[in-house]
């Protein structure tokens, strides 16, 4: 998911369904990551008969449970690449932060090398969303937009899209979150994050037409609902009754790849801002009040500890607060989803074992849940009081 460092580490942190095939043995269901980096099998359903979010121009709203009044609005970004999809990808950190009593506004964005220009059209399509929020309410919840309009607005980012958090909380004075969660943050070069960057560009420039003219992109880039669930009947999945919306998100994904192909065609060889220049704009100009800095025990592509560094004497200069707080999980613990796994007729060592890495997995992203919700909570009171 995209995850954080820009490229090749967002690229590795993408997860996809992988089908495994051998010779005269019958074919093994979907396998998908876990938090601790192994592959859990069983039939996972992509049907979505109990949606929990509502679309809302281009953003994604997850409300509390009904009946619950929120206690405050949360800005959601994912990290790269599977950020353009968070109703894939995050979908259940964000129940659980709902589950919670947050109102959560997710915005999917699409991968680029500017982050300048991916945290100005955030910015504005939230506050786009929001505007209509507090016009309207959430019906299908019983929110009405006075009881959502006196809300405080805070935020939580993963990956690449802590990043870009930051960029808002450091590039706009007004209408930005009074408490900022950072999971996972990372801010590297290009040259870091993407191994031997100099020579991608002369090898796509070679590629790029051949890749125009493959039929497998073309289909790609235009399967329609029948092509998504067909491919996905081949490799096993319970396919019968895919959500269109589903399909419409598994699309997402491949749309984002010929920009960024594009960009490096064009000679780009850096993120803009740089990463130094990431580090300047925070170090002079973050307003957030206050901010928590999430990192995983297993996690070597975060920088919190080199944030830390550099937020502290920001917040202090103007009386806000920093924390940070280590975790059990993974760069990709976030984007844990609930498999439900399907026993076999008869229960194997398998199952045990993919059941106990599930309940562990489930166990890291539901204490981050808590853990951002309990520090939030304790944010917004005093915002409050």
């Not at 991608?200 to 092509?227: C, H, W």
């Not at 999980?329 to 989803?337: A, E, R």
Request: hydrophobic content about 40%; overall charge neutral.
């Amino acid at each position: 998911m995209a995850l954080p460092p820009p490229l090749s580490h967002r690229l590795r942190s993408t997860f996809s369904p992988s089908v495994f095939l051998l010779p005269s043995t019958p074919r093994v269901p979907l396998a998908f990551l876990s938090s601790n980096g192994y592959f859990t099998g069983g039939r996972q359903s992509l049907r979505n008969p109990d949606k929990i979010y509502r679309r809302l121009d281009s953003c994604l709203v997850v409300p509390p449970p009904a009946g619950r009044r929120p206690v405050a609005i949360v800005k959601f970004l994912g990290g790269a690449f599977i950020g353009a999809a968070p109703e894939l990808t995050y979908s259940y950190l964000m129940e659980l932060l709902a589950n919670e009593g947050f109102l959560i506004v997710s915005v999917p964005y699409g991968v680029t090398f500017d982050h300048t220009t991916v945290a100005r059209e955030v910015y504005e399509r939230f506050h786009s969303c929001l505007d209509r929020l507090v016009s309207s309410g959430v019906p299908d919840s019983n929110l009405t937009g006075s009881e959502l309009c006196d809300l405080p607005l805070c935020s939580v980012g993963h990956s690449n899209g802590a990043l870009l958090q930051m960029l808002v909380g450091s590039y706009f004075p007004e209408k930005i979150p009074k408490a900022n969660a950072v999971i996972s943050f990372n801010n590297k070069p290009a040259s870091e994050a993407v191994p031997y960057f100099e020579q991608i560009g002369p090898i796509t420039r070679q590629l790029m037409p051949l890749v125009e003219a493959s039929p497998i992109y073309s289909m790609a880039r235009t399967a329609s609902g029948d092509v998504w669930k067909a491919l996905l009947d081949s490799a096993g999945a319970f396919a019968q009754e895919l959500d269109q919306e589903i399909m419409a998100s598994l699309t997402k994904f491949v749309d984002q790849l010929p920009s960024v192909i594009g960009q490096v065609n064009e000679g780009i060889s850096e993120f803009r801002p740089t990463p130094l220049e990431n580090r300047e704009f925070f170090k002079k100009s973050y307003r957030v009040p206050h901010t928590l800095l999430v990192k995983f025990n297993v996690d070597a592509i975060d920088e919190s500890d080199v944030l830390e560094d550099i937020l502290r004497p920001r917040t202090e200069s103007f009386g806000g607060t920093l924390e940070k707080i280590t975790l059990s999980g993974n760069h990709l613990t976030p984007c844990i989803q609930d498999v439900k796994w399907q026993v076999g007729y008869h229960y194997t060592p398998a199952d045990a074992l993919a059941q106990s890495l599930k309940s562990l997995s489930l166990n890291e992203i539901r204490v981050l849940a808590r853990t951002i919700a309990d520090w939030l909570k304790g944010r917004t009171t005093e915002m409050q009081s």
